[in-house]
């Protein structure tokens, strides 16, 4: 049974951090692309980064580059966002996914991820 459980979410003030943590269970983790995507209220799923099985490493979204960071530990089946600088508008349900095989043009997409995590809420307040 595929598993995958963040951690992390928190309330903040507007330019904090958070960490968010994502741990895998039920898949060869090396071979899985692990991307964080988020949902706020009345608003479509928002891809935020992915964290590639290839050595090619980290792709952002625009809203998030210079903010976020993305990091996997294959050793810990874990890959973990760093929210720097956060803003309101960053306020939102954060779930991990993993998917294989996604190719750069496409890992954007949240369809393509087969495996999701049940979320945890980040809330920035100004």
């Known amino acids: 049974q595929v598993q995958l459980v963040e951690s992390g979410g928190g309330s903040v003030q507007s330019g904090g951090s958070l960490r968010l943590s994502c741990v895998a269970s039920?898949?060869?983790?090396?071979?899985?692309?692990i991307a964080w995507v988020r949902q706020a209220p009345g608003q479509e799923r928002e891809w935020v980064s992915c964290?590639?099985?290839?050595?090619?490493?980290?792709r952002y979204a625009d809203s998030v580059k210079g903010r976020f960071t993305t990091s996997r530990d294959n050793a810990k089946n874990a890959v973990y966002l760093q929210m720097d600088s956060l803003k309101p508008e960053d306020t939102a349900v954060y779930y991990c996914?993993?998917?294989?095989?996604?190719?750069?043009?496409?890992?954007?997409?949240?369809?393509?991820?087969?495996?999701w995590g049940q979320g945890t809420q980040v809330t920035v307040s100004s």
């Open positions: 996914a993993a998917g294989q095989g996604i190719i750069l043009s496409t890992v954007a997409d949240p369809g393509r991820y087969a495996y």
């Open positions: 039920g898949i060869i983790f090396d071979y899985y692309d």
């Open positions: 964290a590639s099985s290839k050595p090619d490493g980290t």
